[in-house]
Nanobody, 123 residues
Framework: QVQLVESGGGLVQAGGSLRLSCAAS????????MGWFRQAPGKEREFVAA????????DYADSVKGRFTISRDNAKNTVYLQMNSLKPEDTAIYYC????????????????WGQGTQVTVSS
């Protein structure tokens, strides 16, 4: 079993920045791809970013490219999402996820999910 705990969400003005963290339990973290997803009220959960187990491969949704950066620290069992130039449309609950493979995907084919952290961007 893997447990994921997100933190770092909050209220920020448009144009501001936040850094989300996701701490993972378990010894398989360094072997697993990680992803960030988000879900806004009344909308489906959507892909935001993903990173391979080594960190050498990343993928981003078009809506966040150039503004968000995913990274990981395998020594700390933690994945991060640095969010810059935030927009009101980035408001959502952000979820961390992991899958039992080294390869990233933008689909929801992840094996474990965190409880989410709220990000609210005011205009």
């Amino acid at each position: 079993q893997v447990q994921l705990v997100e933190s770092g969400g909050g209220l920020v003005q448009a144009g501001g920045s936040l850094r989300l963290s996701c701490a993972a339990s378990g010894r398989t973290f360094s072997r697993n791809a990680m992803g960030w997803f988000r879900q806004a009220p009344g909308k489906e959960r959507e892909f935001v970013a993903a990173i391979s187990r080594s960190g050498s491969n990343t993928d981003y949704a078009d809506s966040v490219k150039g503004r968000f950066t995913i990274s990981r620290d395998n020594a700390k069992n933690t994945v991060y999402l640095q969010m810059n130039s935030l927009k009101p449309e980035d408001t959502a609950i952000y979820y961390c996820a992991t899958r039992n493979t080294a390869y990233i995907t933008s689909t929801r084919e992840y094996d474990y999910w965190g409880q989410g952290t709220q990000v609210t961007v005011s205009s």
